[in-house]
């Protein structure tokens, strides 16, 4: 009896694992790098739904970008489409970029490169770093969280301390 019992688990522990999704890290690893480059594409042309295509359709998406933060795809799209009305692109480029593949979820980081110009302006340049986090949901690998940054300039030189001003 406790044999049949061992026996029923261990059958019922094969088929569970079994049944364990086990994707290619590496396939997903190229996946994500595709999606990636199709984004930067997309923000080249100025493509909106192009850039959103790969995040994830929620009001839980979080979004946190040198201007503001935003929470949800509705949000990331209206500020999407308030900046494309006020700047012509002129190149965005991904300049370094790393993916680690995880368990349940993938995410990505590097550095971008932005050339820009407010309409009516001079052409600006921003260079910045980004973290993005991936999962999948509904068979589809989506970007539920994203960061970019740019960093703080450095300071100005220190003034020399006046020393022996005559007055």
Known sequence: MIRSGLWIACLSMVAFVGCERHEDPAAIKSAIEALDRDFASAFNKMDIEGMVANYWHSPDLVVMFPDDSYLGYDALKANLQKTFAMVDV?????????????????????????????????????????????????????????????????????????RNKKK
């Open 90 to 162: 002129k190149e965005f480029e991904v300049t370094q970029h790393t993916v680690v593949v995880g368990r349940h979820m993938a995410y990505d980081y590097g550095t971008w490169n932005y050339t820009f110009q407010p309409k009516g302006g001079t052409e600006m340049n921003l260079s910045g770093r980004y973290l993005r986090v991936w999962e999948e949901k509904d068979g589809k690998w989506v970007i539920v969280a994203d960061h970019a940054s740019v960093p703080l300039p450095p300071p100005p030189p220190a003034e020399p301390l006046a």
